[in-house]
């Protein structure tokens, strides 16, 4: 098998569209402009696992930096809030 290239204007790829969704709302919710792609098979069987299932979150080449940035502060928890700045 060939090994995939992953082109530079994705920031994250996901295990299906639920998550894919999420990841892009996120990403617009900090002002950066996203898409969501999908191997039209997944999309047809409704495939989460495997190939078929991934979801590509795209951005624009200018704007790939700063998402990447913002998607791994999310991994590292750090856009989560504690219930003390809740009060």
């Known amino acids: 098998m060939f090994p995939r290239k992953i082109r530079e204007e994705v920031v994250y790829v996901a295990e299906g569209m639920l998550q894919a969704e999420s990841i892009k709302i996120m990403l617009e919710s900090f002002g950066i402009t996203a898409f969501v792609n999908q191997e ?27 998402a990447k940035k913002i998607i791994a502060d999310m991994e590292a928890g750090n856009l989560e809030e504690n219930d003390e700045n809740l009060e």
Do not use: C, R
């Not at 190939?51 to 790939?64: A, C, D, K, R, T």
């Open 40 to 66: 039209s098979a997944g999309t047809t069987y409704g495939l989460t696992v495997g190939f078929l299932g991934e979801v590509e979150v795209i951005v624009p080449l200018n704007q790939v930096d700063e």
